[in-house]
């Protein structure tokens, strides 16, 4: 398996607070792409990081040896339209609870 710590940078710093309609519907499937690898197991956890420089998502990944971290993250949704993109950052190891 390969662990990831992956970052979702917006594509402005204030953009939690200044979405347009079609970024929040992207967001609404942004949400919905996660928790979908949420339940295959693809992600371990992720959600916003408010951060008063400017707020950006957070999600960790465990994935097969195969797959690419990158191929993954290019198919949610807001990467897809154009509104912001992804950090990788390989981690040795990913232990969590439960």
Same mark, same amino acid.
């Given at each position: ?12 710093? !204030? ?6 309609? !079609? ?8 949400? /919905?792409? =996660?928790?979908?690898? =949420? ?13 008063? !420089? ?11 040896? !195969? ?12 990467? $897809?339209?154009? /509104? ?10 990913? $232990?969590?609870?439960?």
């Amino acid at each position: 398996m390969k662990y990831y710590l992956c970052k979702f940078i917006p594509p402005r710093a !204030d953009f939690l607070a200044t979405m347009t309609a !079609d970024e929040r519907l992207w967001m609404t499937q942004h949400g /919905s792409y =996660l928790n979908e690898l =949420l339940e295959q197991g693809v992600v371990v956890a992720h959600g916003p990081v408010i951060d008063p !420089d400017g707020s950006y998502g957070v999600s960790l990944y465990q994935i097969e040896e !195969d797959q690419n971290i990158a191929a993954i993250t290019s198919l949610d949704p807001i990467v $897809k339209n154009g /509104s912001g993109h992804y950090e990788h950052y390989a981690m040795l190891h990913l $232990k969590a609870r439960g």
